[in-house]
T-cell receptor
Framework: KAGVTQTPRYLIKTRGQQVTLSCSPISGHRSVSWYQQTPGQGLQFLFEYFSETQRNKGNFPGRFSGRQFSNSRSEMNVSTLELGDSALYLC??????????????FGPGTRLTVL | AQTVTQSQPEMSVQEAETVTLSCTYDTSESDYYLFWYKQPPSRQMILVIRQEAYKQQNATENRFSVNFQKAAKSFSLKISDSQLGDAAMYFCAYRSRAMGANSKLTFGKGITLSVRP
């Protein structure tokens, strides 16, 4: 069974641009969560999508948005990029949302560099 | 809001020896999950072990075991017979089990473990 895939793996953008990152969960998984990882702030929760609905959102500005498609693939978008958005963006998938027995599986991440 | 604290940024262990990684957390909830995740240099985050707060028995997975002290809000990870492949960053994480809870994980800052041959 294929794992969580994220594309692209590396991305370089300039300030003010926007970017879209993609996450394909493990087949059959319907929950996708996104995290931002930086050396200073560590791992911070961005949002979670389950069955095309946003279930929870972290404390990030409105420039960060996401969506989920009917096949459970998810995208996150960052508009008007700032230098501080440079980070590793991880997505994680699980069968359902908040299940007691569910395990979240992480993708390899997308490394975003903003110049 | 829940917080997770890993106060040791780095640790080192000799191959084949035992090492304990510390984690404390703060929550007003009584029901939750705790996890240890491993992130090797390849960056792929891997679940090492999980603990349900309602279970008194400490979780064990092969060479990995936890010491869960609910009253003290402490959750340490013990790695026995350390191997070179254990070298990685380890994150302690919390997840609520409240009604309507989702999959959000709250992570500590992580600890970098190096293994000396």
């Amino acid at each position: 069974k294929a794992g969580v895939t994220q594309t692209p793996r590396y991305l370089i953008k300039t300030r003010g641009q926007q970017v879209t990152l993609s996450c394909s969960p493990i087949s059959g998984h319907r929950s996708v969560s996104w995290y931002q990882q930086t050396p200073g702030q560590g791992l911070q929760f961005l949002f979670e999508y389950f069955s095309e609905t946003q279930r929870n959102k972290g404390n990030f500005p409105g420039r960060f948005s996401g969506r989920q498609f009917s096949n459970s693939r998810s995208e996150m978008n960052v508009s008007t990029l700032e230098l501080g958005d440079s980070a590793l963006y991880l997505c994680a998938s699980s069968l359902v949302s908040g299940s007691s027995t569910d395990t979240q599986y992480f993708g390899p991440g997308t490394r975003l560099t903003v110049l | 809001a829940q917080t997770v604290t890993q106060s040791q940024p780095e640790m080192s262990v000799q191959e084949a020896e035992t090492v304990t990684l510390s984690c404390t957390y703060d929550t007003s909830e009584s029901d939750y999950y705790l996890f240890w995740y491993k992130q090797p240099p390849s960056r792929q985050m891997i679940l090492v072990i999980r603990q349900e707060a309602y279970k008194q028995q400490n979780a064990t997975e092969n060479r990995f075991s936890v010491n869960f002290q609910k009253a003290a809000k402490s959750f340490s990870l013990k790695i026995s017979d350390s191997q070179l492949g254990d070298a990685a960053m380890y994150f302690c994480a919390y997840r609520s089990r409240a009604m309507g809870a989702n999959s959000k994980l709250t992570f500590g800052k992580g600890i970098t473990l190096s293994v000396r041959p």
